[in-house]
């Protein structure tokens, strides 16, 4: 998911505020400054907790330096470290470290209308007996769900269950050598064993996008998934990172292509979450930067694949991934103005657990099929998606984070402040 960047002047942030009025009005009741919805969940502890810990990452300067810090304290299993993790960054984005523990998050966003994608947080594993334990991990993750209505998406990373190097080699279309191959039969072994239980199952699983230099050899492995087990629903989902020049094209194509080959296509839109890699990537080794060159580019791109998602919404199944305010409403207005459903399962909202609940609860309120990406795990293992986290909600500038704006304006409705 995209970065929510920092606070925009005042006067342009009049200018999104009357638009979202706008959009919001034809698109029915919804108003994402409601903070009151959006935080009904949280008691006035843990609203206060959530204030400070947004107000610490408000600190571009002492993210840097804590995310060195936790990466070097984590690899040398310091156990005070581990537990001060958890007890405040970790239990603000994660729902916990094993999937029993998730279950009261799970339940408390049920309760609001919420369903849960849970994520197993490993990434970039290096070895097979790890990249077997992330495959067995999903597969107890798809069953667990299974116990649980409002759970209808597993999600994982393929980088999680192959290795890096090797993803980067079948991108290049490179001939592997014999011992890859094997390697290579492992990781569809892993894959279809995954997405074969989730059929079994009657779940859905998403598959993340990466660094755009592995992305094709991702997309051949997702597409190959989709076509086996897609034939009827949507079972397996691609993600396609719009913040890339060529992805909406990719969209519309890889549509064509599972029309063409009688199935449905699964597509999970995020703005993108790599872009400073990849422009010093390829700045680095010479080649034109993949991503659009302006925030505006980006926006008109995804809302762009909005659009076609839904024209074709009979035929396909989305899940509009982003916590921008712009697109999640232009969904609603779509969906009203066309007379679809709100909960209909094609179109479907989310955001990160932690992230944007003043998005996600009052969608839940209007009725909208909306729900929050859990990530879980034991704490070392998510620590590089905490960081990332952390480092969304920080601000070179100093301005405040739309985040934590947000807590203090309900702390300041609730008389805490």
Same mark, same amino acid.
């Given at each position: 998911?995209?970065?929510?960047?920092?606070?925009?002047?005042?006067?342009?942030?009049?200018?999104?505020?009357?638009?979202?009025?706008?959009?919001?009005?034809?698109?029915?009741?919804?108003?994402?400054?409601?903070?009151?919805?959006?935080?009904?969940?949280?008691?006035?502890?843990?609203?206060?907790?959530?204030?400070?810990?947004?107000?610490?990452?408000?600190?571009?300067?002492?993210?840097?330096?804590?995310?060195?810090?936790?990466?070097?304290?984590?690899?040398?299993?310091?156990?005070?470290?581990?537990?001060?993790?958890?007890?405040?960054?970790?239990?603000?984005?994660?729902?916990?470290?094993?999937?029993?523990?998730?279950?009261?998050?799970?339940?408390?966003?049920?309760?609001?209308?919420?369903?849960?994608?849970?994520?197993?947080?490993?990434?970039?594993?290096?070895?097979?007996?790890?990249?077997?334990?992330?495959?067995?991990?999903?597969?107890?993750?798809?069953?667990?769900?299974?116990?649980?209505?409002?759970?209808?998406?597993?999600?994982?990373?393929?980088?999680?269950?192959?290795?890096?190097?090797?993803?980067?080699?079948?991108?290049?279309?490179?001939?592997?050598?014999?011992?890859?191959?094997?390697?290579?039969?492992?990781?569809?072994?892993?894959?279809?064993?995954?997405?074969?239980?989730?059929?079994?199952?009657?779940?859905?699983?998403?598959?993340?996008?990466?660094?755009?230099?592995?992305?094709?050899?991702?997309?051949?492995?997702?597409?190959?998934?989709?076509?086996?087990?897609?034939?009827?629903?949507?079972?397996?989902?691609?993600?396609?990172?719009?913040?890339?020049?060529?992805?909406?094209?990719?969209?519309?194509?890889?549509? !064509?292509?599972?029309?063409?080959? =009688?199935? %449905? $296509?699964?597509?999970?839109?995020? *703005? @993108?979450?790599?872009?400073?890699?990849?422009?010093?990537?390829?700045?680095?080794?010479?080649?034109?930067?993949p991503i659009h060159?302006?925030?505006?580019?980006?926006?008109?791109?995804?809302?762009?694949?909005?659009?076609?998602?839904?024209?074709?919404?009979?035929?396909?199944?989305?899940?509009?991934?982003?916590?921008?305010?712009?697109?999640?409403?232009?969904?609603?207005?779509?969906?009203?103005?066309?007379?679809?459903?709100?909960?209909?399962?094609?179109?479907?909202?989310?955001?990160?657990?932690?992230?944007?609940?003043?998005?996600?609860?009052?969608?839940?309120?209007?009725?909208?099929?909306?729900?929050?990406?859990?990530?879980?795990?034991?704490?070392?293992?998510?620590?590089?998606y905490l960081i990332?986290?952390?480092q969304e909600n920080?601000?070179?500038?100093? !301005?405040?984070?739309?985040?934590? =704006?947000? %807590? $203090?304006?309900?702390?300041?409705? *609730? @008389?805490?402040?």
């Open positions: 998911m995209e970065k929510l960047g920092k606070p925009v002047p005042e006067s342009i942030q009049a200018l999104e505020n009357f638009l979202n009025k706008t959009m919001s009005e034809s698109a029915g009741s919804l108003d994402f400054d409601n903070t009151e919805i959006a935080f009904r969940a949280k008691s006035d502890e843990e609203l206060k907790k959530a204030a400070w810990l947004f107000g610490l990452m408000n600190k571009y300067w002492l993210v840097g330096i804590g995310s060195k810090l936790g990466i070097a304290a984590i690899k040398l299993h310091l156990p005070f470290i581990e537990s001060i993790v958890k007890n405040t960054i970790f239990q603000q984005f994660c729902g916990g470290t094993t999937l029993l523990e998730c279950q009261k998050t799970i339940d408390t966003l049920a309760q609001f209308k919420t369903a849960t994608i849970l994520d197993f947080g490993a990434e970039a594993k290096e070895e097979e007996t790890d990249f077997n334990h992330t495959m067995n991990e999903t597969i107890r993750a798809i069953e667990f769900a299974t116990h649980n209505s409002t759970v209808p998406v597993v999600s994982s990373k393929i980088t999680g269950m192959a290795r890096f190097e090797l993803l980067e080699k079948l991108s290049r279309r490179e001939e592997l050598t014999p011992e890859e191959s094997e390697e290579y039969k492992n990781v569809l072994k892993r894959m279809d064993s995954v997405c074969h239980v989730a059929n079994q199952k009657n779940m859905s699983i998403f598959f993340d996008a990466e660094e755009s230099w592995i992305q094709n050899a991702i997309d051949d492995l997702v597409n190959m998934m989709m076509k086996r087990y897609n034939k009827e629903k949507a079972v397996v989902y691609n993600t396609f990172q719009l913040y890339r020049i060529d992805r909406l094209p990719y969209l519309l194509r890889s549509f !064509d292509i599972a029309q063409k080959e =009688g199935y %449905v $296509l699964g597509a999970k839109l995020v *703005r @993108g979450a790599y872009m400073d890699k990849e422009r010093e990537r390829a700045e680095e080794k010479g080649y034109p930067s060159p302006t925030k505006e580019a980006t926006d008109e791109a995804y809302n762009s694949a909005l659009k076609f998602c839904v024209d074709n919404y009979e035929k396909m199944a989305s899940c509009n991934a982003t916590h921008n305010a712009q697109s999640s409403l232009l969904l609603a207005r779509l969906i009203k103005e066309r007379g679809i459903p709100k909960d209909h399962p094609h179109l479907v909202f989310c955001q990160l657990y932690g992230m944007s609940d003043n998005i996600t609860f009052n969608l839940a309120a209007a009725g909208y099929n909306v729900a929050k990406y859990v990530p879980y795990g034991p704490v070392r293992e998510v620590v590089p990332r986290r952390a920080s601000s070179i500038t100093g !301005d405040m984070s739309r985040e934590y =704006g947000l %807590v $203090l304006r309900e702390m300041k409705r *609730r @008389g805490l402040s």
